[in-house]
């Protein structure tokens, strides 16, 4: 599950060192909350990858495993107030600010091709 996204260019951030670096820098980052329900794997994932098929997409893929590296994921959700945690979520960040965000109710029941263009939208506004 965790390769699913890494071997699709996603770095795999496990501590909350990691995610403060990148999270806070500057260009756009795509933060993927990874886990291991089926919505993750029949749409988040899968809508993840599609979106990078586009013309423009975030300078820098990251991703962190909810249930598994803990701390870098409540870390990263530090970032995502004022959403409530979720898995699996995304979030699009410009220069350190999140500009987009997809909770698990965005993400639970649609396809990978709804959520690919959703976030294609986005990253043709801020990309």
Not at 45 to 62: E, F, H, N, Q, W
Request: hydrophobic share 40%.
């Amino acid at each position: 599950m965790k390769t699913d996204l890494t071997m699709a260019g996603f770095e795999q951030l496990q501590t909350p060192e990691q995610v403060e670096k990148v999270l806070s820098g500057t260009g756009t980052v795509l933060c993927v909350v990874n886990s291991v329900c089926g919505c993750a794997a029949g749409a988040a994932r899968p809508g993840a990858k599609l979106s990078l098929t586009g013309a423009k997409r975030p300078d820098k893929l990251v991703t962190v495993f909810a249930g598994v590296d803990t701390d870098a994921t409540n870390q990263a959700r530090k970032h995502f107030l004022p959403y409530p945690p979720s898995s699996p979520s995304m979030a699009l960040f410009k220069d350190g600010k999140l500009v987009h965000f997809l909770e698990r109710h965005h993400i639970e029941g649609r396809s990978a091709e709804m959520i690919a263009e959703n976030l294609m939208m986005a990253y043709d506004e801020f990309c």
